[in-house]
């Protein structure tokens, strides 16, 4: 597979200026409880619908394209989502996200865009490659899907010295712009021609980190001149 691939994500960890979601009102429904993988019973909570978040007071001076989230959803400005159809990326599975009040102080004034979650469960698009990308001990559990890893071992060979990819069953790709691998549902990937449309229209605060160094960094690339 020769098309450039890469993990796609907020870049609020990196850029100053943008407010921060640090916690989901509404939104998140318990979906299973799972004694397989813990004998107390593992709670399983997923989006659903429309979500509703709280941002941090005190961050915040602009409005971004993509808005960070603790919670790890991929939440992107509708203009995003025009922008990604107009250029023929596609039309993914989405949900509303609706900001409760009371907005950052400096952005009080300031209306915010209409804001969507994209549903990575819906949009499954290839295999990882968990040997190539360093993972080790991988394994799922076999009731919820869960899965789980040596943390430990994997951190030190990801961060021996090599530069270790997010790695991807090259067959298994269904060649989506936009898509989730079976590491997790809020993993993303996208193709270079996301990274375009980014650039060309200017979109704010997304983090592109090349797929084949992804496992052992999280810089992303500088995508906007």
């Known amino acids: 597979m020769?098309?450039?691939l890469f993990v796609m994500s907020h870049d609020s960890f990196?850029?100053?200026g943008f407010p921060w979601a640090y916690d989901v009102v509404s939104g998140l429904h318990l979906v299973?409880?799972?004694h397989k993988c813990d004998p107390e019973g593992r709670r399983i909570f997923e989006p659903q619908g429309v979500v509703r978040v709280l941002l941090e007071r005190a961050k915040g001076t602009r409005w971004p394209d993509v808005l960070?989230?603790?919670w790890?959803?991929?939440i992107v400005?509708?203009?995003v989502l025009k922008d990604w159809k107009r250029a023929g990326i596609g039309v993914f599975p989405h949900e509303k996200v609706e900001i409760v009040e009371p907005l950052p102080k400096r952005l009080e004034k300031v209306p915010p865009p209409d804001y969507y979650w994209l549903d990575g469960k819906r949009m499954f698009g290839a295999k990882m490659d968990f040997e190539a990308s360093g993972f080790c001990g991988m394994h799922f559990c076999p009731s919820c899907g869960r899965q789980d890893h040596d943390v430990d071992a994997t951190y030190d060979r990801q961060n021996d010295g090599r530069t270790w990819p997010m790695a991807i069953v090259g067959s298994s790709w269904n060649g989506s712009h936009v898509f989730t691998v079976d590491l997790s549902s809020a993993t993303f990937f996208c193709t270079e021609a996301v990274v375009e449309c980014a650039r060309r229209n200017k979109h704010?605060?997304?983090c592109f980190v090349p797929a084949e160094r992804a496992a052992s960094s999280t810089e992303g690339i500088k995508y906007l001149r």
Do not use: V
């Open 2 to 4: 020769t098309e450039p």
């Open 14 to 16: 990196g850029t100053r």
């Open 32 to 34: 299973k409880i799972c």
């Open 68 to 70: 960070g989230s603790a």
């Open 72 to 74: 790890s959803l991929m």
């Open 77 to 79: 400005s509708g203009r």
């Open 204 to 206: 704010t605060n997304f």
